[in-house]
Protein backbone atom coordinates (compact mmCIF):
# COMPACT_ATOMS: atom_id res chain seq x y z
CA UNK A 1 0.00 0.00 0.00
CA UNK A 2 2.03 3.41 -0.90
CA UNK A 3 1.32 6.74 0.39
CA UNK A 4 -1.71 7.32 -1.51
CA UNK A 5 -3.57 4.72 -0.66
CA UNK A 6 -2.84 5.19 3.02
CA UNK A 7 -4.13 9.05 2.57
CA UNK A 8 -7.21 7.90 0.73
CA UNK A 9 -8.26 5.26 3.59
CA UNK A 10 -7.36 7.94 6.32
CA UNK A 11 -9.27 10.65 4.61
CA UNK A 12 -12.53 8.06 4.12
CA UNK A 13 -12.02 7.00 7.40
CA UNK A 14 -11.81 10.52 8.93
CA UNK A 15 -14.75 11.95 6.52
CA UNK A 16 -17.13 8.88 8.27
CA UNK A 17 -16.38 10.42 11.79
CA UNK A 18 -17.19 13.81 11.03
CA UNK A 19 -19.97 12.59 9.25
CA UNK A 20 -21.47 10.37 12.31
CA UNK A 21 -20.52 13.66 14.69
CA UNK A 22 -22.66 15.94 12.81
CA UNK A 23 -25.73 13.18 12.63
CA UNK A 24 -25.28 12.91 16.56
CA UNK A 25 -24.88 17.01 17.05
CA UNK A 26 -27.75 17.77 14.77
CA UNK A 27 -30.38 19.86 16.04
CA UNK A 28 -33.41 17.63 17.38
CA UNK A 29 -36.80 17.54 15.66
CA UNK A 30 -38.48 17.21 18.74
CA UNK A 31 -36.81 20.18 20.29
CA UNK A 32 -37.81 22.36 16.88
CA UNK A 33 -41.63 21.31 17.58
CA UNK A 34 -42.09 21.88 20.92
CA UNK A 35 -40.27 25.34 20.30
CA UNK A 36 -42.82 26.50 17.87
CA UNK A 37 -45.65 25.19 19.81
CA UNK A 38 -44.22 27.17 23.15
CA UNK A 39 -44.01 30.40 20.41
CA UNK A 40 -48.09 29.68 19.27
CA UNK A 41 -48.49 29.33 23.07
CA UNK A 42 -47.14 32.23 23.99
CA UNK A 43 -49.12 34.25 21.46
CA UNK A 44 -52.61 33.51 21.76
CA UNK A 45 -52.50 32.76 25.38
CA UNK A 46 -54.65 35.32 27.68
CA UNK A 47 -52.08 34.46 30.77
CA UNK A 48 -50.07 36.96 32.49
CA UNK A 49 -47.35 35.01 33.41
CA UNK A 50 -47.00 33.56 29.30
CA UNK A 51 -46.70 37.24 28.37
CA UNK A 52 -44.18 38.04 31.39
CA UNK A 53 -42.26 34.77 29.91
CA UNK A 54 -42.62 35.62 26.52
CA UNK A 55 -41.16 39.36 27.02
CA UNK A 56 -38.12 37.96 28.94
CA UNK A 57 -37.23 35.30 25.56
CA UNK A 58 -37.47 37.98 23.49
CA UNK A 59 -35.28 40.41 25.26
CA UNK A 60 -32.46 37.46 25.72
CA UNK A 61 -33.50 36.56 21.87
CA UNK A 62 -32.49 40.65 21.58
CA UNK A 63 -29.51 40.64 23.40
CA UNK A 64 -27.55 38.05 22.82
CA UNK A 65 -24.45 38.65 21.07
CA UNK A 66 -23.74 38.50 17.79
CA UNK A 67 -21.91 35.43 16.37
CA UNK A 68 -19.30 36.14 13.73
CA UNK A 69 -19.96 35.00 10.19
CA UNK A 70 -17.60 31.42 9.27
CA UNK A 71 -18.07 32.91 5.23
CA UNK A 72 -15.43 35.69 5.40
CA UNK A 73 -11.69 36.12 6.63
CA UNK A 74 -12.78 39.59 8.27
CA UNK A 75 -14.88 37.66 11.01
CA UNK A 76 -12.72 35.62 11.80
CA UNK A 77 -10.36 38.03 12.13
CA UNK A 78 -12.57 39.90 14.03
CA UNK A 79 -13.54 36.92 16.46
CA UNK A 80 -10.03 36.49 17.21
CA UNK A 81 -9.27 39.92 17.71
CA UNK A 82 -12.29 39.32 20.88
CA UNK A 83 -10.66 36.12 22.22
CA UNK A 84 -7.26 38.08 22.27
CA UNK A 85 -9.43 40.94 23.89
CA UNK A 86 -10.73 38.72 26.81
CA UNK A 87 -7.34 37.72 27.58
CA UNK A 88 -7.06 41.44 29.34
CA UNK A 89 -3.78 41.70 27.93
CA UNK A 90 -2.71 44.53 25.04
CA UNK A 91 -2.24 41.94 22.36
CA UNK A 92 -2.90 41.99 18.71
CA UNK A 93 -3.76 39.75 15.92
CA UNK A 94 -0.24 40.44 14.14
CA UNK A 95 1.62 39.60 17.58
CA UNK A 96 -0.07 36.37 17.84
CA UNK A 97 0.24 35.41 14.22
CA UNK A 98 4.05 36.04 14.51
CA UNK A 99 3.90 34.05 17.68
CA UNK A 100 2.28 31.13 15.67
CA UNK A 101 4.83 31.40 12.93
CA UNK A 102 7.73 31.55 15.03
CA UNK A 103 7.15 28.20 17.55
CA UNK A 104 5.76 26.18 14.11
CA UNK A 105 9.26 27.47 12.69
CA UNK A 106 11.75 27.16 15.47
CA UNK A 107 9.86 23.54 16.41
CA UNK A 108 10.04 22.65 12.38
CA UNK A 109 13.79 23.34 12.04
CA UNK A 110 14.72 21.85 15.51
CA UNK A 111 13.23 18.52 14.88
CA UNK A 112 14.52 18.52 11.64
CA UNK A 113 18.13 18.48 12.14
CA UNK A 114 17.27 16.33 15.36
CA UNK A 115 15.62 13.57 12.77
CA UNK A 116 15.82 14.77 9.30
CA UNK A 117 12.10 13.58 8.12
CA UNK A 118 11.19 16.81 6.95
CA UNK A 119 7.20 16.01 6.54
CA UNK A 120 7.41 15.30 10.21
CA UNK A 121 9.00 18.10 11.38
CA UNK A 122 6.51 20.44 9.33
CA UNK A 123 3.37 18.67 10.64
CA UNK A 124 4.08 18.57 14.40
CA UNK A 125 5.61 22.38 13.53
CA UNK A 126 2.26 23.38 12.05
CA UNK A 127 0.46 21.34 14.72
CA UNK A 128 2.58 23.06 17.73
CA UNK A 129 2.53 26.55 15.61
CA UNK A 130 -1.31 26.64 15.75
CA UNK A 131 -2.81 25.05 18.64
CA UNK A 132 -0.15 26.41 21.96
CA UNK A 133 -1.06 29.84 21.51
CA UNK A 134 -4.48 28.90 20.80
CA UNK A 135 -4.41 26.53 24.33
CA UNK A 136 -2.41 29.85 26.06
CA UNK A 137 -4.93 31.97 24.75
CA UNK A 138 -7.84 30.03 25.98
CA UNK A 139 -6.56 29.43 29.39
CA UNK A 140 -6.44 32.96 30.01
CA UNK A 141 -9.42 33.79 28.72
CA UNK A 142 -10.94 30.95 31.08
CA UNK A 143 -9.03 32.09 33.82
CA UNK A 144 -9.99 36.08 33.76
CA UNK A 145 -13.74 34.30 32.85
CA UNK A 146 -13.49 32.71 36.09
CA UNK A 147 -12.02 35.45 38.39
CA UNK A 148 -14.74 37.76 37.09
CA UNK A 149 -17.76 35.32 37.90
CA UNK A 150 -15.88 34.38 41.68
CA UNK A 151 -16.35 38.58 42.10
CA UNK A 152 -19.01 39.62 40.01
CA UNK A 153 -21.77 38.81 42.96
CA UNK A 154 -20.18 40.81 45.31
CA UNK A 155 -20.35 43.54 42.96
CA UNK A 156 -24.04 42.77 42.26
CA UNK A 157 -23.95 43.69 46.16
CA UNK A 158 -22.33 46.19 46.50
CA UNK A 159 -24.78 47.77 43.68
CA UNK A 160 -27.47 46.38 45.63
CA UNK A 161 -26.09 48.31 48.67
CA UNK A 162 -25.71 51.66 46.74
CA UNK A 163 -29.34 51.34 45.37
CA UNK A 164 -30.54 51.00 49.16
CA UNK A 165 -29.11 53.87 50.20
CA UNK A 166 -30.42 56.02 47.72
CA UNK A 167 -27.30 56.56 44.93
CA UNK A 168 -28.75 56.21 41.57
CA UNK A 169 -27.62 53.32 39.15
CA UNK A 170 -25.50 55.34 37.75
CA UNK A 171 -23.11 56.19 40.57
CA UNK A 172 -23.29 52.92 42.09
CA UNK A 173 -21.35 51.52 38.90
CA UNK A 174 -18.87 53.76 39.29
CA UNK A 175 -18.56 52.54 43.22
CA UNK A 176 -18.43 49.08 42.16
CA UNK A 177 -15.98 50.53 39.33
CA UNK A 178 -13.41 51.68 41.80
CA UNK A 179 -14.08 49.40 45.02
CA UNK A 180 -14.00 45.65 43.54
CA UNK A 181 -10.47 44.11 42.33
CA UNK A 182 -9.34 42.26 39.65
CA UNK A 183 -11.23 42.40 36.22
CA UNK A 184 -14.81 43.33 37.58
CA UNK A 185 -13.78 46.52 38.59
CA UNK A 186 -11.78 46.77 34.98
CA UNK A 187 -14.74 46.15 33.16
CA UNK A 188 -16.85 48.15 35.21
CA UNK A 189 -14.74 51.17 34.45
CA UNK A 190 -15.12 50.61 31.16
CA UNK A 191 -18.65 51.08 31.85
CA UNK A 192 -18.77 54.07 33.52
CA UNK A 193 -16.23 55.92 30.74
CA UNK A 194 -18.45 54.29 28.26
CA UNK A 195 -21.17 56.87 30.04
CA UNK A 196 -19.17 59.59 30.46
CA UNK A 197 -18.66 60.17 26.75
CA UNK A 198 -22.65 60.13 25.96
CA UNK A 199 -23.33 56.20 25.67
CA UNK A 200 -26.68 54.52 27.00
CA UNK A 201 -26.27 52.61 30.14
CA UNK A 202 -27.69 49.96 28.19
CA UNK A 203 -25.46 50.21 25.41
CA UNK A 204 -22.43 50.30 27.44
CA UNK A 205 -23.47 47.04 29.31
CA UNK A 206 -24.28 45.06 26.12
CA UNK A 207 -20.69 46.41 24.88
CA UNK A 208 -19.05 44.45 27.88
CA UNK A 209 -21.30 41.49 27.32
CA UNK A 210 -20.93 41.38 24.34
CA UNK A 211 -16.51 41.27 24.76
CA UNK A 212 -17.04 38.88 28.16
CA UNK A 213 -19.33 36.62 26.29
CA UNK A 214 -20.55 34.90 29.77
CA UNK A 215 -24.24 34.37 30.33
CA UNK A 216 -23.97 35.79 34.44
CA UNK A 217 -23.24 39.22 32.93
CA UNK A 218 -25.84 38.65 30.35
CA UNK A 219 -28.08 38.18 32.94
CA UNK A 220 -27.12 41.15 34.63
CA UNK A 221 -27.85 43.42 31.71
CA UNK A 222 -30.74 41.25 30.59
CA UNK A 223 -32.07 42.06 34.25
CA UNK A 224 -31.62 46.08 33.87
CA UNK A 225 -32.71 46.08 30.49
CA UNK A 226 -36.72 44.25 31.75
CA UNK A 227 -36.84 46.81 35.24
CA UNK A 228 -36.32 49.58 33.04
CA UNK A 229 -39.55 48.58 31.19
CA UNK A 230 -41.39 47.03 33.29
CA UNK A 231 -40.62 48.62 37.00
CA UNK A 232 -40.25 47.90 40.31
CA UNK A 233 -37.69 47.61 42.88
CA UNK A 234 -34.32 46.93 41.44
CA UNK A 235 -32.64 46.91 44.23
CA UNK A 236 -34.23 43.45 45.48
CA UNK A 237 -34.39 41.84 42.04
CA UNK A 238 -30.17 42.15 41.84
CA UNK A 239 -30.28 40.66 45.40
CA UNK A 240 -31.97 37.98 44.31
CA UNK A 241 -29.75 37.86 40.81
CA UNK A 242 -26.67 37.75 43.20
CA UNK A 243 -28.37 34.61 45.18
CA UNK A 244 -28.95 32.75 41.76
CA UNK A 245 -25.54 33.43 40.40
CA UNK A 246 -23.85 31.98 43.59
CA UNK A 247 -25.69 28.68 43.94
CA UNK A 248 -24.83 28.66 39.98
CA UNK A 249 -21.34 28.50 40.83
CA UNK A 250 -21.61 26.13 43.56
CA UNK A 251 -23.27 23.83 41.47
CA UNK A 252 -20.89 24.58 38.20
CA UNK A 253 -18.34 23.05 41.61
CA UNK A 254 -20.45 20.34 42.28
CA UNK A 255 -20.43 18.87 38.53
CA UNK A 256 -16.64 19.56 37.98
CA UNK A 257 -16.43 17.63 41.55
CA UNK A 258 -18.42 14.61 39.86
CA UNK A 259 -16.71 14.62 36.39
CA UNK A 260 -13.34 14.64 37.87
CA UNK A 261 -12.91 10.96 38.08
CA UNK A 262 -13.68 10.88 34.21
CA UNK A 263 -10.89 13.74 33.30
CA UNK A 264 -8.45 11.78 34.93
CA UNK A 265 -9.36 8.78 33.17
CA UNK A 266 -8.99 10.70 29.93
CA UNK A 267 -5.60 12.37 30.48
CA UNK A 268 -4.15 9.04 31.61
CA UNK A 269 -5.45 7.31 28.23
CA UNK A 270 -4.81 10.13 25.93
CA UNK A 271 -0.42 10.53 27.41
CA UNK A 272 -0.28 6.50 27.83
CA UNK A 273 0.45 6.57 23.62
CA UNK A 274 3.23 9.42 23.83
CA UNK A 275 4.50 8.12 27.29
CA UNK A 276 5.04 4.32 25.79
CA UNK A 277 6.51 5.98 22.35
CA UNK A 278 9.11 8.03 24.52
CA UNK A 279 9.97 5.10 26.41
CA UNK A 280 10.49 2.88 23.39
CA UNK A 281 12.56 5.32 21.55
CA UNK A 282 14.36 5.28 24.69
CA UNK A 283 15.23 2.05 25.42
CA UNK A 284 15.99 0.78 21.11
CA UNK A 285 16.03 3.78 19.23
CA UNK A 286 16.52 1.90 16.15
CA UNK A 287 12.99 0.01 16.76
CA UNK A 288 10.99 2.82 16.93
CA UNK A 289 12.99 4.82 13.90
CA UNK A 290 11.09 4.13 11.39
CA UNK A 291 8.52 6.99 12.20
CA UNK A 292 11.19 9.30 11.15
CA UNK A 293 12.06 7.77 8.26
CA UNK A 294 9.82 6.04 6.17
CA UNK A 295 6.87 8.18 4.73
CA UNK A 296 3.71 5.64 4.72
CA UNK A 297 4.52 5.55 9.11
CA UNK A 298 5.10 9.63 9.09
CA UNK A 299 1.47 9.57 8.09
CA UNK A 300 0.03 6.86 9.96
CA UNK A 301 1.40 8.18 12.88
CA UNK A 302 0.23 12.25 11.91
CA UNK A 303 -3.30 9.98 11.13
CA UNK A 304 -3.27 8.98 14.74
CA UNK A 305 -2.38 12.30 16.24
CA UNK A 306 -5.64 13.37 14.34
CA UNK A 307 -7.74 10.69 15.27
CA UNK A 308 -6.70 11.05 19.51
CA UNK A 309 -7.34 14.99 19.24
CA UNK A 310 -10.45 14.45 17.55
CA UNK A 311 -11.68 11.55 20.85
CA UNK A 312 -9.89 13.56 23.10
CA UNK A 313 -12.17 16.76 21.66
CA UNK A 314 -15.55 14.19 21.99
CA UNK A 315 -14.35 13.12 25.30
CA UNK A 316 -13.87 17.02 26.27
CA UNK A 317 -17.46 17.45 25.00
CA UNK A 318 -18.94 14.89 27.11
CA UNK A 319 -17.85 15.73 30.73
CA UNK A 320 -19.04 19.29 30.08
CA UNK A 321 -22.03 20.84 30.92
CA UNK A 322 -23.85 23.64 30.61
CA UNK A 323 -25.37 25.48 33.88
Do not use: C
Not at 36 to 48: E, G, I, K, N, P
Not at 216 to 226: D, G, H, N, R, S
Not at 244 to 250: F, I, N, T
Amino acid sequence: MNIIQVLLVAGGMMGLMILGYMLVTSPSTVKDTQRRLQAVRYRHSDSTKDKVESQLKKAIAARKPKQFSRAGADSRLKALELRLERTGRNWTVMQYFYASGGIALALAAILYLQTGAALLALGVGLLFGAGLPHMVVGFLVKRRTNAFNAKFPDGIELLVRGLRSGLPVTETLGVVAAEVPGPVGEEFRAVVERIKIGRTMEESLQVTADKLGTAEFQFFVITLAIQRETGGNLAETLSNLADVLRKRAQMKLKIRAMSSESKASAYIVGALPFIVFIMIYWVNPSYISGFFEDERLIVTGLGGLVWMSIGGFIMAKMVSFEI
